[in-house]
């Protein structure tokens, strides 16, 4: 990757960057521009991270380094690109364009400055996955929780009021945790670039080891509230369900930023050496209480935006549980299993909007009153005969069951897929070296059987009360902008399944890499400034 195609790596930064600020010049009554604006802006980021997805998995050993300011590594700062970050840029960027699209129906002029938001937290989180130090993940952590604030009381009303109130006050206290844990790690190694503290903690003396170990910990704790953790997970149900349909869709991905830096940090800086591991058990054990407390929350759940919020848990625990095994074949099915999910709850959090639409907002309340009380059957329902379904609940109705099978983990979608190579990992695992299972991989296996059951039985649940038992009996008005996005979400979701194969393939040579840092550490640490590399090439033309 030379010349222009260099600058590509700095694109998803920049490109929702300039369009957000652009934005600001437009008063809130162009709204037709301002939305123009905004999805060419996350079409033109899809377009640069397939891109660098095809370059990041053309050969094994790629990294793509960007020197910002011409300044070299560990001095400057520096973006990376490399299947990982490559991977969540696309997940990113093709969650964005039906959300944003699916917002242009209602949502976005329902208060200020919604696209420029949008586009800031973009910005956020493309910085996140790219950064190559710590300081910078810092930067653009606070650009992401900066806008999700003002996404998340977008549309104003008393609830968004207080869940963001809330929100705000968890992630201040996060953001504190991170100030602090960087400090620390900074005051124990004398650099935040990730690859030269990779290099560098081989080298420490004890105690300046167990200092740096304390300040990631605390950096831990910071990422662990992000994803959601149990007991750090409390404020997530409550900011997801009460933030709008768009706004909740886009921040599915969020809760996976933390996933994305434990894995990172831990394989890179924590993967070998005395500290190798360090964490393991956090994530193994706290990971298995999350898919519990996740799953007791989507059992108990009678509203839909509860449901799908404690989904998010669900797979978040998951995610953690399974990286806390340590196993590289475990940790491609988690990686397999992320998008999967990511992609499915997006979707759900859009589908309840349109769900909703018809039916009364006590109707789910009055509905479980009724069945503990007894009194569902006390009348008969008159039939009427050869009255067809409308097309928009028979839409509606296809997509809720195939949200159901994909929460679950039934065939043959790719959340069946993501599951089955987990549990085959997790259990071949053992069988192949002929020792014996350890219980805490009994225990995952148990809990994740145990979350996809809770997940058909409150999906079908929620489906018959719904569809088949509605007590309104509306027919909810839907646009074709706002069922399109959900459709195209379900649409990556069976793709996945069918290209399974070379989807797993590269989630194993992902993993594989992260496996051994060398690679990154090299790319980052060797990459030259762009004065050198031209002089370089002109003395070898010379020669």
């Given at each position: 990757m030379n010349g222009w195609m260099q600058h590509l790596i700095v694109a998803p930064i920049l490109i929702p960057l300039v369009a957000g600020a652009f934005l600001l010049f437009f008063d809130e009554r162009q709204r037709v521009l301002k939305a123009m604006v905004s999805v060419l802006s996350c079409l033109a980021l899809a377009a640069v991270a397939i891109t660098l997805l095809r370059f990041s998995g053309a050969e094994a050993g790629f990294q793509g380094v960007y020197l910002l300011g011409n300044w070299p590594a560990p001095f400057g700062i520096v973006l990376v690109v490399d299947r990982l970050s490559a991977l969540m840029l696309v997940l990113a960027s093709v969650l964005s364009i039906p959300a944003l699209v699916f917002s242009l129906a209602r949502w976005h002029a329902a208060g200020p400055h919604f696209h420029t938001l949008f586009q800031l937290l973009m910005m956020g989180l493309n910085g996140a996955f790219l950064t190559g130090d710590l300081f910078n993940l810092f930067?653009?952590?606070e650009v992401m929780l900066a806008a999700s604030y003002g996404l998340l009381m977008h549309g104003s009303g008393s609830m968004r009021v207080k869940a963001g109130l809330h929100y705000i006050a968890v992630n201040l206290v996060a953001a504190l945790c991170f100030l602090i844990g960087v400090s620390t790690i900074y005051g124990s190694v004398g650099t935040l670039n990730m690859a030269d503290l990779a290099l560098r903690i081989g080298e420490l003396d004890p105690d300046r080891r167990m200092l740096l170990e304390a300040g990631a910990s605390v950096l831990g704790v910071a990422f662990l509230i992000k994803a959601g953790m149990w007991p750090l997970n409390f404020w997530l149900p409550g900011a997801y369900s009460a933030a709008t349909a768009p706004v909740a869709g886009v921040f599915a991905i969020m809760s996976k930023v933390g996933v994305y830096v434990i894995l990172r940090l831990s394989l890179l800086v924590f993967g070998e050496g005395e500290s190798a591991g360090h964490g393991l058990n956090v994530l193994l054990y706290g990971g298995m209480a999350t898919i519990l407390f996740g799953t007791i929350g989507v059992l108990a759940s009678q509203a839909l935006g509860r449901l799908?919020?404690?989904?998010?848990?669900?797979?978040?625990?998951?995610?953690?549980?399974?990286?806390?095994?340590?196993?590289?074949?475990?940790?491609?099915?988690a990686l397999f299993y992320l998008v999967s999910s990511t992609l499915t709850i997006s979707a759900f959090f859009m589908l309840i909007e349109l769900v909703e639409r018809g039916q009364d907002a006590g109707a789910s309340v009055l509905a479980v009153t009724m069945e503990a009380y007894g009194d569902a059957d006390e009348e008969e329902p008159e039939t009427e005969v050869g009255v067809t379904m409308p097309a928009t609940i028979a839409v509606l109705g296809t997509c809720f069951a195939a949200i159901g099978i994909l929460l679950s983990g039934l065939p043959p979608l790719s959340g069946f897929v993501a599951k089955f190579v987990m549990l085959s990992g997790m259990i071949g695992a053992g069988v192949q070296s002929g020792g014996t299972i350890p219980a805490p991989v009994w225990w995952i296996v148990a809990l994740m059987i145990l979350s996809g059951l809770a997940a058909l039985i409150s999906m079908t649940r929620a489906g018959i009360r719904t569809f088949w038992a509605s007590m309104e009996g509306t027919v909810p008005r839907v646009l074709v902008m706002e069922m399109a996005p959900v459709l195209v979400l379900l649409a990556l979701t069976l793709m996945l399944a069918v290209k399974a194969g070379p989807a797993m393939a590269y989630m194993e040579e992902t993993v594989r890499a992260l496996q051994h840092p060398a690679g990154y550490i090299e790319a980052v640490s060797g990459a030259r400034r762009a004065g050198e590399a031209a002089a370089t090439t002109t003395a070898g033309e010379g020669d």
């Open positions: 930067v653009f952590f799908a919020s404690y989904s998010v848990l669900v797979s978040s625990g998951t995610l953690l549980a399974v990286l806390g095994l340590g196993n590289g074949e475990v940790t491609a099915g």
